[in-house]
């Protein structure tokens, strides 16, 4: 079973960034995609932003423009570079590793901005 472990989230203030990391035991190469979620207090998991093994992204609506992520297979590891960043965007934010309709999941790793 694949293990996913978070790292880089922390405290920011409105307009500052932050970049997540996410490192999986096993190779991601032939994985079917690669994305983060996120999610706030009182609300559901939602997609931030999503890459597909062939290269293409996909971004929340509320998110593009701002967030960009990349996938290094040699090194298997996916990220997620946050720019200009609202208090709207605090959350804990999870990887997600699609294994062709397999998810997992790691534990997750809070980032809060403040106004």
């Known amino acids: 079973q694949v293990q996913l472990v978070e790292s880089g989230g922390g405290l920011v203030q409105a307009g500052g960034s932050l970049r997540l990391s996410c490192a999986a035991s096993?190779?991601?190469?032939?994985?079917?995609?690669m994305g983060w979620y996120r999610q706030a207090p009182g609300r559901q998991r939602e997609l931030v932003a999503r890459i597909i093994s062939g290269g293409s992204t996909r971004y929340a609506d509320s998110v593009k423009g701002r967030f960009t992520i990349s996938r290094d297979n040699a090194k298997n590891t996916v990220s997620l570079q946050m720019n200009s960043l609202k208090p709207e965007d605090t959350a804990v934010y999870y990887c997600n590793l699609d294994d062709f309709g397999i998810d997992y999941w790691g534990k997750g790793t809070l980032v809060t901005v403040s106004s």
């Open positions: 096993e190779s991601i190469f032939r994985a079917n995609a």
